[in-house]
């Protein structure tokens, strides 16, 4: 790749610091999560805050910013060159447009806020968290008002976690799905097939977690996952990460009386991990470099989730090695095993949610951001709105804030307009997948385990861009259309009706 | 601690972004070692040497240089801030005194030289790593003119690894020392037990990895590492390295057929990082924290080697644990295993060695770093020289390179003047261990497991202390005296006299 734009070029040295500082950030924050002695947390986050001082501080230093802010978008030479400028100055934007004590504070509250929210979720008190969110949700309205947005200031947030994205947007979305998935649920929960599942859930059955590590292994090969420039451990909350494109890792979770925790977390992360190790490697330390947004990412985790690694398809090939590897389960068809990991049932908890209802515990955290920066809703009344949108949403009700309000992270960390990614992902899986269908027949691939024709499929088509187009403009090109959430019913809809029978 | 120095009180703050600096740099450096996918090593190198440079820039930044170089020893309000102040210079000299464009030259030649060795050694090709060391010699004299020495530029050297060290003294101190070594090993090699050991040597024994492992974690308990400020790893070379006070990180590796290589090495990294562990907390991110030397630093984990780990009076405790985790081993008697664990023989690997001949290695080492140092050796001739001071010293000789010249990492990182402080290590470690054996006598806790009392013992009198006194000073306030090799020499002689019978 030649760069022209002799502007850009002279950046493109400052921009690779930042590409570095960035890098070892997250070599700090995998350690911190799958190695760190309990003891240690105080001096990793001094740390972490000194790491991200040093990143602020290069973005803000002087020669990079007035060039920064000289370039336009047209004057690339070339259609690289104008995607530097503009993931140039959407990155900027942040350090650029937000006053620094604002930016240190929200780092210095955020991580009071993170303790807060560990410590009441623990001890089940939202009252203890909520001064802290109160403070997060102000300064959020102020990052909102210096960041610009034309109609509503969730919209600033939205677009600092997925380009171009704006409440309107999610709102006709989730409009249109809402009454659909809650109709689809429905029927699922009056069929045969439902009731009787319900009533034989295996509970005895024991997976060794050795074994469950090989089978995810197993897959990931499958895959096309690199291990050699990458590896899988184990954290709380399973993660991907780049700390290299030679150093994509991904961690997962074990459950010693349930094997599709490991496997789904592994799957789901090698999806992330896939599209990280799959970018130009002419790309690197560029604005170009890593995936391109968070929803564009989700829609390959979730794609390997679900559409891989949940299809019937698929489980039919891997039941012998699932059979090999826990020939005492309890599970002994492919039928029992696909139904297993694909059970629909309205729960309390997001991450653990199928993929018909996982997308009403987003709307409902959707509708919760907008109203309380739009001081349509308080604080202090978040337990109660919570619990009262579970029922009208999922007909299912907390008895403690923390399975209700207090379950995500997200929050703490100063997070808002995070989760709306998770669905755009949901749907954009589902419409590539559509694409990809027509070019390559999934039956053979998922039934044979021969999955390198997709991951070549989506390496040419996706991976490889990088961030070079943004979502808008990658989904277009890859499927011929904008964002279209009837693919995502439909697929919901095939697969369901097959595997609850219903009429 | 009150900082009463109102110079010194500016650094303070300056320091503690050094001090985050090299506990990243240890993050960085561990994960390489322990995690790194094998296509993710130049990534890994590049954010390295961006740290490094990071770190580099900030002791340059002309505040920090003309504050620290503004401060006298003298100035200090009190014995801390004395040794602050000292520590402070004798840390910086490195970036003061040493002209910027040869620190990166050094570091880019070091980088280059240690992949050009990892190649040469796998080939046996001392001919190809000969220009890179060359340069690394040329390099360390320019060096050694722009640190300054009185006598011989090899001093230079010596004082970086370890304060105060001079050529002459290591001459003198090892020229007191060979002839009894090698005396008290002909006299061991002439003994019966020398005799019927090497003839029936354990050589089918296998030692479950797991379980060498757990073996390991218990004596590792027992010396009082705190598993909540630290962890164990493997790697292929154990080190012992500090990310933080409570967080510091051992590694060790694994033999299936000898356990002895997991056993000494564990102990040996527990030993360095009880020291750490142990340093006050007061001197956190100070110029206090942490051991003083890389000498010091070596006898506490000799200590623990040596005279914990492989003491007949700890091994007989230790042999019910031994038979419980290695049922099957041919090792069934105390006397089997404590001789295993310390058997004499002349070898060509150093970091194989035992105690009787682990100083012949580093004598011979610092005979040819001296040499090259003052051209009075050549790179070219290095292979013969090697050769035929092991036969003059150990009476072996290498049939090729890689167990000859080759073995050692640390001339391709470019450190001249490091192997010496592993004697004094082992020199100290014998004087210290002579005091506390007056206060404490030893026979009971290490008889009985309870090294509590020991741990305490070392804590108090030096671990407490982190880089407070320097290693003179230190020894004589521990010992009553300044190093004396006579110790060590004792305790060698009554402790194999005792176990080859030697009459």
Known sequence: MQIQNKTLKTILPLYKEISLLNKMLAVLGWDQNVNLPAKAAQGRAD?????????????????????????????GTSGEEKAMIRNLQYASEYYYKIPKDIIIKKSKVSSEAFMAWQKARVENDFPSFQPYLEQIIELNKQIAQHLGYEKNPYDAHLHLHEPGLTTKLCADIFGNIRPRLTQLLSRIQKSEVYRASKRKRPTHDRYQLDYQKQLSEYVLHLMGYDFQAGRMDISAHPFTTTMDRYDVRITTRYDEFDFRECYTSSVHEGGHALYEQGVNPEYDYTPLEGGVSMGIHESQSRFYENMVGRSPAFLQYLMTHFQKYFPKSSISSISELTLYLNEVEPGLIRTKADEVTYNLHIILRFEIENGLLNNKMQVKDLPEIWNSHMKQFLDVEPTDDRDGVLQDVHWSYGEFGYFPTYSLGNLYSAQIAKTLQKEIPMKDPLESGNLGEVHEWLKKNIYHYGSLYWPNELISRVTGE?????YFIEYLTEKYERLYSLT
């Open 47 to 75: 740390q972490i805050a000194y790491l991200t001082q040093i990143l602020t501080e290069k973005w803000l230093d002087p020669v990079m910013k007035k060039t920064v802010e000289s370039l336009k978008e047209a004057d």
């Open 482 to 486: 904008k964002l279209n959430p009837d």
